[in-house]
T-cell receptor, first 111, second 115 residues
Framework: GIQVEQSPPDLILQEGANSTLRCNFS?????LQWFHQNPWGQLINLFY???GTKQNGRLSATTVATERYSLLYISSSQTTDSGVYFC?????????????FGRGTSLIVHP | EAGVAQSPRYKIIEKRQSVAFWCNPI?????LYWYQQILGQGPKLLIQ????????DSQLPKDRFSAERLKGVDSTLKIQPAKLEDSAVYLC?????????????FGNGTRLTVT
């Protein structure tokens, strides 16, 4: 069936380290967004990135739609980056307009 | 701009009781979503509204869950009767357009515990 898979499921970093989070999807997508859920549960939109590369400060994201994956890069990580990172995709088939989330990558950044 | 407002923040009920959650989306956002997030999992879509019409409710357990969006603004999600497996965070989100054509904005959620 249609799936969104994120890796790694868990990640522990020392402050200042860099990391790459991956989102694979099983079918063609119209749209893709990355979110950060902080330790208090608030979900914040990071990027709207159906294709190409975008950067916002220490964060950047790349989506290669033809190869069905997206990457989120975190550079010089800080303790405030801790939380769960989700990708959400809107699959192209059937005109569904349904945002489907992956299971997330849980990130802990130690001082 | 004001964000998506949800209430209550927390609710504890016994199984077989009923409960209702309320959501006020960002002003001007035509699309409203209710998601269920079980601990350790990603949000799962329950229902999507476009203005006051239902776009998708294929994953809503209709025997016990109901939702409405009167006048295309506020929305309520109801569970009756609740089961233990309904314990989760219920998230409301809104966006300008359907799907992921525009950024999704989430409220703080309602944490439901069913005992």
């Amino acid at each position: 069936g249609i799936q969104v898979e994120q890796s790694p499921p868990d990640l522990i970093l020392q402050e200042g380290a860099n990391s790459t989070l991956r989102c694979n999807f099983s079918d063609s997508v119209n749209n893709l967004q990355w979110f950060h859920q902080n330790p208090w549960g608030q979900l914040i939109n990071l990027f709207y990135i159906p294709s190409g590369t975008k950067q916002n400060g220490r964060l950047s994201a790349t989506t290669v739609a033809t190869e069905r994956y997206s990457l989120l890069y975190i550079s010089s990580s800080q303790t405030t980056d801790s939380g769960v990172y989700f990708c959400a995709v809107e699959f192209a088939s059937g005109g569904s307009y349904i945002p489907t989330f992956g299971r997330g990558t849980s990130l802990i950044v130690h001082p | 701009e004001a964000g998506v407002a949800q209430s209550p923040r927390y609710k504890i009920i016994e199984k077989r009781q009923s409960v209702a959650f309320w959501c006020n989306p960002i002003s001007g956002h035509a699309t409203l979503y209710w998601y269920q997030q079980i601990l350790g999992q990603g949000p799962k879509l329950l229902i999507q509204f476009q203005n006051n019409g239902v776009v998708d409710d294929s994953q809503l357990p209709k025997d016990r869950f109901s939702a409405e969006r009167l006048k295309g603004v506020d929305s309520t999600l109801k569970i009756q009767p609740a089961k233990l497996e309904d314990s989760a965070v219920y998230l409301c989100a809104s966006s300008l357009a359907r799907g992921l054509n525009s950024p999704l904005h989430f409220g703080n959620g309602t944490r439901l515990t069913v005992t």
